[in-house]
């Protein structure tokens, strides 16, 4: 999410989701492993992005793993992200190479497991 995104999250104690998010019905999430992969196809070239890692456990039933690119399940959060479920929020920085430089991540949960920290 962008920085502005994360403030207003922080400000408000939730995050209500992008404009894809609204549009699509859920918050798009990305396990661990998938982050590297999802901010070069969505989020290429932007500056200020915040990665937030999540805890899967705090978000309950509305969090669903579903097929999206190449058939791989990724998570969609189906209501409001409330803040308190972020372990923390990092900057990813663009590297001179125009890749985002990704903060340690917590481990990942496969697909389907709603415990432990998730990204």
């Known amino acids: 999410m962008s920085r502005s995104e994360w403030t207003d999250a922080a400000d408000q104690g939730v995050f209500r989701g992008a404009a894809i998010d609204l549009t699509d019905g859920f918050i798009h999430l990305s396990a661990a492993g998938q982050v590297a992969k999802t901010a070069a196809l969505h989020f290429e070239g932007q500056e200020d992005l915040v990665l ?11 969090l669903v793993w579903e097929p999206s690119r190449g058939g791989d399940l990724f998570p ?41 920290d998730r990204n």
């Open 52 to 62: 937030a890692a999540v805890d899967p456990g705090a978000l309950g039933d509305a």
């Open 76 to 116: 969609h959060l189906y209501g409001h992200l409330p803040v308190a479920a972020v372990i923390s929020a990092d900057p990813m920085p663009l590297g001179p190479d125009g890749v985002h430089r990704l903060p340690g991540l917590p481990s990942a949960p496969e697909a389907g497991d709603k415990t432990g």
